[in-house]
T-cell receptor, first 111, second 116 residues
Framework: SQQGEEDPQALSIQEGENATMNCSYK?????LQWYRQNSGRGLVHLIL?????REKHSGRLRVTLDTSKKSSSLLITASRAADTASYFC???????????FGTGTRLQVTL | EAQVTQNPRYLITVTGKKLTVTCSQN?????MSWYRQDPGLGLRQIYY???????DKGDVPEGYKVSRKEKRNFPLILESPSPNQTSLYFC???????????????FGSGTRLTVV
């Protein structure tokens, strides 16, 4: 079963704009992670935010977490064509055997 | 370079012909896992291993086998592949167990399997 659901499913923006993706999940978590996947390739870990954190930054990435709403957002500022990829949230519930991944947001950044 | 290596990258096979997808990591990670990725279904876990000789089923283990005889290797075996196992497969490993820790999971590049 899918723990995380990303929204929107697809997003198209122009280079230089900001991209915001949202993730909602169902059960309590220890941490939430974001991954990027270039077409047909393996996922790459971007950032982790723990359940007791509300916001985290890494370069052009900003992640927020609202545990009361069971939701997270990933903001990519000043997007570049190289940011074109699918982005997945993944949750660690502390009780499951794995990270549980959502179905992803496809981001297209055009010149 | 720290990595997870999967082979082959692409594979087309016929129904019923046994195959093995290899996965090897050079980071001394204890936790390893196999996922399959299908359109609209996201990533679903097949099997995972907490350490050598310790394996367990994930969400979709039917039709698959795994083994963990060495820490670095975690092969995925399809004894009698069927067309519904056509998918994109990923091996992943983690230093910090299931949670992945601050570094998260390290994924292989994927194996695109087609069973005809």
């Amino acid at each position: 079963s899918q723990q995380g659901e990303e929204d929107p499913q697809a997003l198209s923006i122009q280079e230089g704009e900001n991209a915001t993706m949202n993730c909602s999940y169902k059960t309590s978590i220890n941490n939430l992670q974001w991954y990027r996947q270039n077409s047909g390739r393996g996922l790459v870990h971007l950032i982790l935010i723990r359940s007791n954190e509300r916001e985290k930054h890494s370069g052009r990435l900003r992640v927020t977490l609202d545990t009361s709403k069971k939701s997270s957002s990933l903001l990519i500022t000043a997007s570049r064509a190289a940011d074109t990829a699918s982005y997945f949230c993944a949750t660690d519930s502390g009780t499951a055997s794995k990270l549980t991944f959502g179905t992803g947001t496809r981001l297209q950044v055009t010149l | 370079e720290a990595q997870v290596t999967q082979n082959p990258r692409y594979l087309i096979t016929v129904t019923g012909k046994k195959l093995t997808v290899t996965c090897s990591q050079n980071m001394n990670h204890e936790y390893m896992s196999w996922y399959r990725q299908d359109p609209g279904l996201g990533l679903r876990q097949i099997y995972y291993s907490m350490n050598v000789e310790v394996t367990d089923k994930g969400d979709v283990p039917e039709g698959y086998k795994v083994s963990r005889k060495e820490k670095r290797n975690f092969p995925l075996i399809l004894e009698s592949p069927s067309p519904n196992q056509t998918s994109l497969y990923f091996c992943a490993s983690s230093l910090w167990g299931i949670s992945g820790g601050a570094e998260g999971y390290t994924f292989g590049s994927g194996t695109r399997l087609t069973v005809v």
